[in-house]
C-alpha cells in the first residue's frame, strides 16, 4: 500500500508526520506522493480540504484520513495520542470505506471562453464585488427568484456544517446525495422578495445563477477565492464523482455533531 502526508505544516503536525512516516515504512508501506492509495491530513479539515484538492485528480483510488491537532474537526477525528494505533489499523487495512458527495462548480463566460470547471468538498459561493450581488435563481431551467443580497453559498452534504451553519443553513447527513442553497443577507421589503429560506435540492436537480448586475464575481470554491470576469452564467450540480474517506472505527456523523458544536468538554 501506499501512502502520503498532509501537514498543516506546524510544529505538532509536522512531527506527527514524521511519526507517522517511520511506522507506515517499518510495516512495509510505501511513501508515494504521486500516487497514494491513502492520505493521511495532519491538522485540522482546512488541511484535509488542501489534500482533497491537491488529489482530486485520482479520487476513485484514494482513501482520506485526519488527524487532528487543533479542535475536532468533521474530517479529522483522530487524536495525537492515537498515531500509533492508526498506522497499526492502516497497515493491517483494518478500515472501510465510504463515500461522500460533492459538487460540481461551471463558470462559463460571455466572451465564448471555454467554461472553468471546479470539484467542490464543502461549498462554492459567490459575492460581488459591488455592494449588492443581483442573480437569478434558475432551478432545473426554470426561473426561481431574482436574489438580491451579500451573496449565495451551495454546499454539499458534509459542508453543511461549515459556512452554510454559519449562514442559517439546514445540517444534513452526508449520505444524502444533495447540495444546499443558502442565503448571505438577502434583501426582502415590499419591492423585492427571495423565498428567504435554504433550498436542499436532490442529486438530480441543477441549479443556475444568471448575473443581473455586473459581469465579475467573487467565486470561491472550498478555500480557494478567485475573481472571475464576464460571467454568463453560474452552474451547480451533485458530481458523480465522490470523495473517499478510511473509517477505522465508529464515528457517527451524528455524534462529529455533537461534539462539534454541543459538547463543551471536547
Keep these: 500500500m501506499k501512502f502520503a502526508i498532509q501537514t498543516r505544516n506546524d510544529a505538532l503536525s509536522n512531527k506527527l508526520m514524521d511519526e507517522a512516516k517511520e511506522y507506515l515504512t517499518d510495516f512495509g508501506l510505501f511513501f508515494d506522493e504521486e500516487e497514494p492509495d491513502i492520505v493521511l491530513s495532519i491538522g485540522g479539515d482546512g488541511t484535509l480540504l488542501h489534500a482533497f484538492h491537491k488529489y482530486k485528480y485520482r479520487l476513485k483510488d484514494t482513501a482520506f484520513v485526519g ?6 474537526g468533521f474530517y479529522a477525528d483522530w487524536k495525537p495520542a492515537e498515531i500509533e494505533k492508526l498506522v497499526i489499523s492502516i497497515a493491517r487495512k483494518e478500515f472501510e470505506v465510504f463515500e461522500y458527495p460533492l459538487l460540481d462548480v461551471k463558470i462559463n463566460y460571455r466572451n465564448d471562453k471555454d467554461s472553468a470547471l471546479y470539484l467542490a468538498l464543502n461549498e462554492s459561493t459567490v459575492k460581488s464585488p459591488d455592494v449588492t450581488l443581483v442573480m437569478d435563481v434558475e432551478l432545473n431551467g426554470n426561473h426561481f427568484e ?4 451579500d451573496g449565495l453559498c451551495m454546499s454539499t452534504p458534509s459542508g453543511s456544517t461549515a459556512y452554510n451553519k454559519a449562514l442559517g443553513g439546514a445540517i444534513i447527513h452526508p449520505s444524502l446525495p ?3 442553497l443558502t442565503e448571505m443577507a438577502s434583501i426582502n421589503n415590499r419591492v423585492f422578495r427571495t423565498v428567504g429560506a435554504p433550498l436542499v435540492l436532490p442529486a438530480h436537480h441543477k441549479c443556475a445563477l444568471t448575473p443581473v ?8 470554491v472550498d478555500h480557494l477565492q478567485l475573481l472571475h470576469k464576464d460571467v454568463k452564467s453560474i452552474e451547480y450540480q451533485v458530481s458523480k464523482e465522490k470523495v473517499r474517506f478510511g473509517r477505522f472505527r465508529p464515528f457517527p456523523f451524528w455524534r462529529r455533531v455533537h461534539d462539534s458544536f454541543i459538547d463543551s468538554d471536547v
Design 67 to 72: 488527524i487532528h491537532t487543533g479542535h475536532l
Design 213 to 220: 448586475k455586473g459581469p465579475d464575481f467573487m467565486v470561491t
Design 178 to 180: 444533495s447540495m444546499q
Design 146 to 149: 431574482r436574489f438580491r443580497g
